[in-house]
């Protein structure tokens, strides 16, 4: 059976889809207190790589992650992601995928839509995330073709800008996921820095999908120039010898670089997302630095 990723489905569709110490960078006039002041974070993981294990045994796959080391998850929405393995969730009411996900020892805080629930069915979505105790509503694609213009970019963006301005009233903040396709360019302006010029910084904030370092583009460089901006981010590596996404710390991100500009940035959840096998070692990776 031929498979389809996230993208490819998203893109034809439109319906969307322990804690980590670090050793913080700071100025050299600080003291060594200060210097090795520790940034603690929830080592989380994204749903979208295991979901036919989820889709089998939901409670199962979710107390093996924790048992790798990961204390959060970030799901992928049942109704968005029905045909594509997360069909079984569907009729899961919001405190029962709550208190499964909690049974685990996973805290749930975030959640992928797409831009077609999202302007559906928003009112339902928003209600379903407030009462599972979520505060992140992540649109995952706005499932524009290749051949959009700047314009069907920005247009998605001031949508979004008046979703999130609706869930922020219930309390829950709307964020933007990125693909390779965002650091594409159009007329010689990059799609990425047009959005965050057009994202409300209130109502929008950034999900950064690390894995964008294949093209060239860093996620500390993003978190220093747009501070506060972000809320969460996607982590991966990259080798480019392989000429793929490997374990974190096998490949050329700098992760102390990383972990010394998330709170510059804003990030306030990091959510591994790579083929499972990956998975163990990442979290290793991660809780030894």
């Known amino acids: 059976m031929k498979t389809i990723s996230r993208r490819q489905f998203l893109g034809k569709s439109a319906l969307g889809i322990g804690t980590a110490i670090v050793a913080a960078q ?3 006039d600080l003291n060594a207190e200060e210097i090795f002041k520790p940034v603690k974070m ?5 749903t979208w790589t295991i979901r036919d ?3 089998k045994d939901f409670a199962g796959t979710l107390k093996m992650m924790a048992g790798l080391g990961y204390q959060s998850v970030e799901m992928c929405s049942p109704p968005g992601y029905a045909a594509l393995g997360f069909g079984p969730l569907v009729n ?3 405190k029962e995928m709550k208190q499964i996900i909690n049974d685990a020892g996973l805290a749930f805080t975030s959640t992928h839509y797409g831009i077609g629930e999202l302007r559906d069915n928003l009112d339902d979505r928003i209600a379903f995330a407030a009462e599972s105790g979520q505060k992140q509503m992540i649109l995952s694609t706005f499932g524009l073709p290749g051949k959009a213009t700047m314009d069907d970019w920005l247009k998605a963006a001031d949508e979004l800008n008046a979703i999130g301005m609706k869930t922020k009233k219930a309390g829950i903040q709307t964020g933007f996921h990125n693909h390779h396709m965002e650091f594409e360019k159009i007329d010689g302006k990059l799609i990425y820095d047009e959005l965050l010029k057009r994202f409300d910084p209130e109502y929008v904030k950034m999900q950064f999908q690390v894995a964008v370092i294949s093209a060239g583009y860093k996620a500390s460089d993003y978190f220093k120039k747009y501070p506060g901006r972000f809320i ?3 982590l991966a590596d990259w080798s480019p010898t392989e000429k793929k996404n490997v374990v974190l710390g096998k490949g050329i991100v700098d992760w102390k670089e990383f972990f010394a500009a998330v709170k ?3 990030v306030q959840n990091i959510f591994v997302e790579m083929d499972p096998e990956t998975f163990k070692d990442s979290a290793a990776f991660i809780k030894s630095m």
């Open 42 to 46: 929830p080592i989380g993981f994204q």
């Open 232 to 234: 969460s981010a996607h």
């Open 92 to 94: 899961l009411k919001a």
């Open 26 to 28: 700071v100025p050299l």
């Open 264 to 266: 510059e940035g804003g």
């Open 53 to 55: 294990q989820l889709g």
